[in-house]
């Protein structure tokens, strides 16, 4: 059973920060894309952001186009989520995930494609 590790969930108040990290195994971390996704109370669960294996590539959802930045540290196997000007809506479960590719694979949104999945952490946010 693969195990993500995700941290820095917490409470914070609308417009503040904070910072998500995610780490995978070396052996399933050095050969995937990387992503989050979010459940919000009864939402389905969504899309946040996306990078490439070699950081090269990302993408967001227009949600969260210019508050939130993904990026990844490959000499620790970790995935970060860097999310500013949080808003009451970013409120959710956030997950992290591992989508197995080869390097010049495009990165995808669909969370049907990734392999390995977080238990999650919770952010929110107080208005």
């Known amino acids: 059973q693969v195990q993500l590790a995700e941290s820095g969930g917490g409470l914070v108040q609308a417009g503040g920060s904070l910072r998500l990290s995610c780490s995978a195994p070396?052996?399933?971390?050095?050969?995937?894309?990387m992503g989050w996704f979010r459940r919000a109370p009864g939402k389905g669960r969504e899309f946040v952001a996306t990078?490439?294996?070699?950081?090269?590539?990302?993408a967001y959802a227009d949600s969260v186009k210019g508050r939130f930045t993904i990026s990844r540290d490959n000499t620790k196997n970790t995935a970060y989520l860097q999310m500013n000007s949080l808003k009451p809506d970013d409120t959710a479960i956030y997950y992290c995930?591992?989508?197995?590719?080869?390097?010049?694979?495009?990165?995808?949104?669909?969370?049907?494609?990734?392999?390995?999945w977080g238990q999650g952490t919770q952010v929110t946010v107080s208005s």
């Open positions: 990078i490439s294996r070699n950081g090269g590539s990302t």
């Open positions: 070396g052996r399933i971390y050095s050969r995937a894309a």
């Open positions: 995930a591992t989508k197995s590719q080869i390097l010049t694979a495009p990165i995808t949104m669909d969370d049907r494609e990734y392999d390995y």
